[in-house]
């Protein structure tokens, strides 16, 4: 039987979870460093090595609670606080490291905001999550592991590594002595990769308060108005821009290379996952999804 807590107990619950995976995913990462010198120039698998490890604490945590639901602000939080983390531990705070931080603290605030005002506690798990307890009782615990906790972590590490990268190669945008047409094509791109994202998170903002007052006003009804207007997934559309974004900024130091393919997983995870299986929702519980899908693009 599922346990049931008072919001604000389940919020702390869902908190002191993610302190102690923090925690975990540090001292794997201080252990790797320390003991495995052959990975000296190549921290990220530290990095990554922790990711794995505080997603499979914070799994188990959603098994011990009977809640999937337990890893969803994961996607929020890890990435803010590792490239601040990554910011001291490599004693780099170039202008490029700090935009990228403004820009992901800043989406990670709305994301995280958005989670805490539609979490409703710790015994409530989200519908997709549900779907698939009851579909595939038996392939469950194999799908929970891998598909609805490690697949995420995995793509949002993908699209993290141009951002983990920056870091190594911010300061070339100022080395480029005689080369200052160089220069200012390298600082505008980069100016653009961080409009993009704080526009894609400013944008998953205006679209989260539109639907919410919507569905307030208007319960069982399409969300029609705003944002939602002029597309079916507008937070899905910022959600998607923000990584771009963020790869345009690794991009604008050091072109294009094989770090685009975590921007074009994150688009993949959305456009062949996230947004069918909304879609498949939308049109079962509401009569008037059909004709809004037909008149309506699927992003903006």
Not at 125 to 142: C, G, V
Not at 175 to 182: D, K, P, R, W
Request: charged fraction near 10%; glycine fraction near 8%.
């Amino acid at each position: 039987m599922k346990r049931t807590y008072p919001k604000w107990t389940s919020v702390a619950l869902i908190a002191a979870i993610y302190v102690l995976a923090g925690v975990i995913g540090w001292l794997v990462f201080h252990f790797v460093m320390q003991f495995l010198p052959s990975l000296e120039g190549r921290a990220w698998v530290g990095v990554f090595l922790s990711d794995i490890t505080a997603t499979i604490v914070v799994w188990a945590f959603g098994v011990l609670y009977e809640n999937v639901s337990v890893y969803d602000p994961y996607w929020s939080v890890f990435p803010p606080v590792v490239f601040l983390a990554w910011a001291f531990y490599t004693g780099v705070w170039s202008l490029p490291v700090i935009l990228l931080l403004i820009a992901t603290w800043y989406w990670g605030w709305r994301l995280t905001r958005n989670w805490a005002i539609t979490f409703k506690g710790i015994a409530h798990e989200d519908w997709r999550y549900t779907k698939y307890r009851s579909l595939h009782p038996a392939l469950f615990h194999l799908i929970n592991f891998f598909g609805l906790n490690m697949v995420p972590t995995l793509v949002v590490f993908a699209a993290m590594l141009p951002g983990l990268k920056l870091y190594e190669t911010s300061n070339s945008v100022y080395t480029l002595s005689g080369e200052a047409g160089l220069y200012a094509i390298r600082a505008a791109v980069l100016i653009l990769g961080f409009t993009v994202c704080i526009s894609s998170a400013t944008i998953q903002l205006i679209a989260d308060k539109q639907s919410h007052d919507f569905r307030a006003a208007n319960p069982g009804k399409v969300c029609n108005v705003g944002l939602w207007k002029n597309g079916r997934h507008p937070n899905y559309f910022g959600e998607i821009q923000f990584w771009w974004g963020i790869w345009i900024m690794y991009a604008a130091l050091n072109g294009i290379d094989w770090y685009i393919l975590g921007p074009i997983a994150m688009t993949a995870l959305f456009l062949g996952i996230s947004i069918p299986l909304m879609e498949h929702r939308q049109l079962a519980n509401k009569p008037d999804y059909a004709e809004y899908r037909k008149q309506t693009r699927i992003l903006i």
